[in-house]
Nanobody
């Protein structure tokens, strides 16, 4: 069973920093693209950042210049370094990964989410 487990969410003051981690485990053959999404209370889930297995990245405009996504392929882990946090960054952050398993299946998996709260 493939699992994605996020960690690193916390309560932080505006202007602060956090680093989120998401570790994949299970019968993994390869991981293609990995994403971070977020969902604020009462709002739809939105894409924050993407990293491909070649290291190339994309960011939503609202985090460009503040957040950095990167991955450690040797540990099947993706990170989100969040700097200059704003109260509007408050949300549950989810990782999503496209994974090929040893059973020959390839699909997207979600983590359980980690809460980030930014106080003003």
């Amino acid at each position: 069973q493939v699992q994605l487990v996020e960690s690193g969410g916390d309560l932080v003051q505006a202007g602060g920093t956090l680093r989120l981690s998401c570790a994949a485990s299970g019968p993994i053959i390869s991981i293609n693209v990995m994403h971070w999404y977020r969902q604020a209370q009462g709002k739809q889930r939105e894409l924050v950042a993407t990293v491909r297995n070649d290291g190339s990245t994309n960011y939503a405009d609202f985090v460009k210049g503040r957040f950095t996504i990167y991955r450690d392929n040797s540990k099947d882990t993706v990170f989100l370094q969040m700097n200059r946090l704003k109260p509007e960054d408050t949300a549950v952050y989810y990782c999503n990964a496209n994974i090929r398993t040893s059973f020959g299946l390839q699909r997207n998996y979600w983590g359980q989410g980690t809460q980030v709260t930014v106080s003003s």
